[in-house]
Structure formats: structure tokens, C-alpha cells
T-cell receptor, first 110, second 111 residues
Framework: DGGITQSPKYLFRKEGQNVTLSCEQNLNHDAMYWYRQDPGQGLRLIYYSQIVNDFQKGDIAEGYSVSREKKESFPLTVTSAQKNPTAFYLC?????????FGEGSRLTVL | SQQGEEDPQALSIQEGENATMNCSYKTSINNLQWYRQNSGRGLVHLILIRSNEREKHSGRLRVTLDTSKKSSSLLITASRAADTASYFCAPAFDRDDKIIFGKGTRLHILP
């Protein structure tokens, strides 16, 4: 089945550690996105990539990094520079128009 | 790119009633999309309405677009418990515009 897969679903991290969230899609979409969602809030754009080997910062890119070496993969690294990383992270892909979302990764910093 | 602002922030209605949510935006758009998010899940696309369309239907959903007022509305008719979710609008300047979301409307259907 075509879709977008995020892993892990739940992740715990100690302060000062980097962590990488995986996002894979088999929809052959050019564009991929990472959003952050805090409790009771909307989605905020972290990074997006319109095409392989290219990506742009969103509204809250500080403390995060991404890569887009393959069309189907867009991993997000939450670095120790991110001061408040506990949140729900959502990945999405699109070929223009409708966004397809993964089921999210919930990161908790202990 | 731009984000829409949904109104109201929260809405509680009795099962069987209709629910209306509104979205306002600031600049001209190519299209506007509505999404639903169940608690703890990813967003699901509901409807895309283009700037040259005024109304669109999908099952119990009806979306209107008024480009002169820069606003859109989502109507859910005959609401069900399963409609309890957050609803987001996403206006897009062009087809490849990055998608930015507002804070959404939290809809709660009372039994």
C-alpha cells in the first residue's frame, strides 16, 4: 500500500542528546514536510523540501536539521540546541495540492 | 505562503446538529484545503477548493469559498460522535506553495 511512514511512534530522550526521526514515503512525491505540534495547538512548519537534495527552513527551524538525499526519505534530527523539544512531530508529503500525513512521532525529553 | 485563521477555536454541539467552522486568510489564493485531525493522529485531507470555485461537497461536508471576503467555511451536516476532531484550513498561494496551518477548530460532538 502507498503511504507515509514515521518511526519511531514514541521516543524518549535525555537532555543533551540528539535524536533522529524517520520519515519514508512510497508515493513518489517530490515535496516533503516536517511539522511540530504542541498540546492543544496547531502545526508549525520546521523544514520542507520541494525536491531531492534541496530543503528550506520553515518558521521554527532553529535546533533542527534535515537531509533529503533520497526522494522517499526526509529524516529530521532534533539537536541538543533545541531548548524545548518535547512535542508531537508530523511528516507529510505532496505532489502539489493534498498533503498526505504520517501518524506522527511523539518525542519526550526526560 | 500564508496561514489561515480558523474560527471558532472550539465548538461543542449535540449529535445530529450541523457544525460550521470558518477560515479567514489575508492574500489571494490558488486553492484552500481543509483537514481533520483526530487526537494523537496525523491530519487527513478532506476537501480542496480552488479559487474559481464557490462551493464543493463531499458526503456530509460542504465547503464554501468567498474570495472577495477572503474566507471559507466548512459545514458538517448531521454530526456524529466520530466527527469529534480538530479541523484545519490551509490556504495556498499557488499549487506548489508551502502549506502552513493555523491553530484549528476543536469540534466536540456531544451524545
Amino acid at each position: 500500500d502507498g503511504g507515509i511512514t514515521q518511526s519511531p511512534k514514541y521516543l524518549f530522550r535525555k537532555e543533551g542528546q540528539n535524536v533522529t526521526l524517520s520519515c519514508e514515503q512510497n508515493l513518489n512525491h517530490d515535496a516533503m514536510y516536517w511539522y511540530r505540534q504542541d498540546p492543544g495547538q496547531g502545526l508549525r512548519l520546521i523544514y520542507y523540501s520541494q525536491i531531492v537534495n534541496d530543503f528550506q527552513k520553515g518558521d521554527i527551524a532553529e535546533g533542527y536539521s534535515v537531509s533529503r538525499e533520497k526522494k522517499e526519505s526526509f529524516p529530521l534530527t532534533v539537536t541538543s540546541a533545541q531548548k524545548n523539544p518535547t512535542a508531537f512531530y508530523l511528516c507529510a508529503s505532496t505532489q502539489g495540492g493534498e498533503l498526505f500525513f504520517g501518524e506522527g512521532s511523539r518525542l519526550t525529553v526526560l | 505562503s500564508q496561514q489561515g485563521e480558523e474560527d471558532p477555536q472550539a465548538l461543542s454541539i449535540q449529535e445530529g446538529e450541523n457544525a460550521t467552522m470558518n477560515c479567514s486568510y489575508k492574500t489571494s489564493i490558488n486553492n484552500l484545503q481543509w483537514y481533520r485531525q483526530n487526537s494523537g493522529r496525523g491530519l487527513v485531507h478532506l476537501i480542496l477548493i480552488r479559487s474559481n470555485e464557490r462551493e464543493k461537497h463531499s458526503g456530509r461536508l460542504r465547503v464554501t469559498l468567498d474570495t472577495s471576503k477572503k474566507s471559507s467555511s466548512l459545514l458538517i451536516t448531521a454530526s456524529r460522535a466520530a466527527d469529534t476532531a480538530s479541523y484545519f484550513c490551509a490556504p495556498a498561494f499557488d499549487r506548489d506553495d508551502k502549506i502552513i496551518f493555523g491553530k484549528g477548530t476543536r469540534l466536540h460532538i456531544l451524545p
